[in-house]
């Protein structure tokens, strides 16, 4: 069965601190996606990233960066020099063959709050 | 960047009122979808569409929901005989255009904030 378990419900930071916000996934599928989303206060779930299974470089996108790794079924999401705005819910999620039409298993969610 | 809309932001309804959702998808987009988010608690799949037709739904759209596409736009998920415990934000999603329905990651509208009294 497919799951995605982010262990750490509250974090909080302090401006310009680096963080990490975990994400474990579950799935019997050779064959995967793996979602980041944000989710501010105002509520819109905002894509940040998406990475196929057979892709484990890591990627980085200016503050943000992704380390995907399959062997430990991890794809963790540090944010480096925090900012306020950073200040939101992510959620990670899993798309797997198990669907054949794409649908996300999203996981609890890690609430980041950056303070001041 | 074309964006999924979702009408009404908010709505309110008596409980055993019928209510309708609606959204507007990405117009080159073949997969959509509903979600469900409680609030504070994860998000929920609810049902995806493909080809004019339900083809996944989860164990919570049961008889009450139901799914439309009246035309080549709109995006409907009604319910049926509100209850209480249908108060959520619901989230409409679209994704995958030729190729496959993992060639584009879901885009979500903003949500309508459902609150049943």
């Known amino acids: 069965a497919q799951k995605v378990t982010q262990a750490q419900t509250e974090i909080s930071v302090v401006e310009k601190e680096d963080v990490t916000l975990d994400c474990v996934y579950e799935t019997r599928d050779t064959t995967y996606y793996l979602f980041w989303y944000k989710q501010p206060p105002s509520g819109e779930l905002v894509f940040l990233i998406r990475r196929n299974s057979f892709d484990e470089q890591n990627e980085i996108s200016g503050r943000y960066s992704w380390n995907f790794q399959k062997s430990t079924s991890s794809f963790n999401f540090t944010i480096t020099a925090s900012q306020v705005v950073d200040s939101a819910v992510y959620f990670c999620a899993l798309s797997d063959g198990s669907s054949n039409t794409g649908k996300l298993i999203f996981g609890q969610g890690t609430t980041l709050q950056v303070k001041p | 960047e074309p964006e999924v809309t979702q009408t009404p932001s908010h709505q309110v309804t008596q409980m055993g009122q019928e209510v309708i959702l609606r959204c507007v998808p990405i117009s080159n987009h073949l997969y959509f979808y509903w979600y469900r988010q409680i609030l504070g608690q994860k998000v929920e799949f609810l049902v995806s569409?493909?080809?004019?037709?339900?083809?996944?739904k989860s164990e919570i759209f049961d008889d009450q929901f139901s799914v439309e596409r009246p035309d080549g736009s709109n995006f409907t998920l009604k319910i049926r005989s509100t209850k209480l415990e249908d108060s959520a934000m619901y989230f409409c999603a679209s994704g995958g255009m030729g190729g496959g329905v993992y060639n584009q990651p879901q885009h979500f509208g903003d949500g309508t904030r459902l609150s049943i009294l």
């Open positions: 569409f493909y080809n004019n037709e339900i083809s996944e």
